[in-house]
């Protein structure tokens, strides 16, 4: 009897997988800050059941949004669990993909343990810190998938790069963009918004005032602003590539628009919408940063995956390594 062939992923479906993954990534991390932001953070005091060995907890709000968060968690897994198995039956294997993959698999499954642990914790303002930013590590992973799926890697592939010593400072700017995300962290943890509400068990707070914890947060987001305003005007002078040019242009803009909300939001005291969008703020940042960090290197695209039309904010498959015409090659 003939054995059934093995049926694959082919690299523009995959691309498919890693883009769900990777928006998928972005709910979880904006549905867990609802969860705090709305006081639900102690709605279902279990885990992973919700209360008292039920899988569901009452009919109120809370409970209620609380377990609609951990249904997220779940769809999640799935959509990375099918993730990792196209990465194993694509075409062309790739390890770089499989290893991202399951990578994802690890740190969303240290996600939801971490998320057990605060629970457990009655809302821990260090383990809900460590909870968000681990949170935006998975959203910087599942970024690079996508932007791996999309281009050839590996022995004999192209990769020009764009310039060396910009790309020593994408790599360099993790370590003030680290110390922004910290210190944001930090002020969320000393923060009123503690993730329950009232009549519940008060939450623990950081031990320190969250208008010192403000500051430092403000004196990190004015450091690295000016950082990458300075390295917007570098490139510009220096001619760069289009790609380098809007990915640092991106970073200012955003940059500007979370300080803007950083500000408003102090001045009328944290309400929760304002922190909300300034948490779609980080994320968004987190994703420009690691575009930025992987666009250094000029690469051709994955059969069947190029844009209809030409764009030109990258280098075209013919482009130097620096300096050359911008031409069609999509980011």
Not at 59 to 69: C, K, M, Q, R, V
Not at 124 to 145: E, K
Not at 256 to 271: D, E, F, K, R
């Amino acid at each position: 009897m003939p054995t059934p062939l093995r049926r694959t992923v082919s690299g523009p479906v995959f691309r498919w997988f890693a883009l769900a993954s990777f928006v998928s990534m972005i709910v979880i991390v904006l549905t867990g800050a609802a969860v705090r932001l709305s006081g639900s953070g102690l709605g279902c005091p279990d885990w992973p059941t919700c209360f008292h060995g039920r899988v569901t907890g009452s009919l109120s709000i809370h409970p209620f949004i609380e377990y609609a968060n951990r249904m997220v968690t779940v769809t999640l897994i799935v959509v990375i669990g099918a993730t990792f198995v196209a990465a194993l039956r694509r075409d062309v294997r790739r390890l770089d993909l499989v290893y991202l993959s399951g990578i994802l698999i690890l740190g969303v499954v240290a996600d939801a343990i971490l998320g057990a642990f605060v629970v457990y914790s009655k809302l821990n303002p260090y383990l809900v810190s460590l909870h968000m930013v681990l949170s935006l590590a998975m959203v910087a992973a599942a970024a690079t998938l996508y932007h791996r799926a999309k281009y050839v890697y590996g022995p004999g592939a192209r990769a020009d790069v764009r310039d060396p010593r910009f790309r020593q400072v994408a790599r360099a700017l993790w370590v003030p963009f680290g110390l922004l995300v910290v210190t944001g962290t930090a002020t969320t943890g000393s923060g009123p918004h503690a993730g329950n509400s009232q009549g519940q068990l008060v939450a623990r707070r950081l031990p320190f005032a969250f208008s010192s914890a403000a500051w430092v947060h403000s004196l990190a987001a004015v450091a690295f602003i000016g950082l990458i305003v300075g390295l917007l005007g570098a490139i510009w002078a220096r001619g760069a590539p289009t790609a380098q040019v809007m990915g640092v242009r991106r970073l200012v803009y955003v940059s500007l628009a979370q300080a803007a909300i950083g500000v408003t939001q102090y001045l009328t005291h944290v309400p929760v919408a304002l922190v909300e969008l300034h948490v779609a703020g980080a994320i968004s940042l987190t994703i420009g940063m690691t575009q930025f960090t992987v666009k250094q290197t000029a690469r051709d695209r994955e059969p069947g995956t190029r844009r209809a039309a030409p764009s030109t904010d990258s280098l075209s498959e013919s482009e130097p390594a620096y300096g050359g015409p911008v031409g069609a090659d999509s980011t």
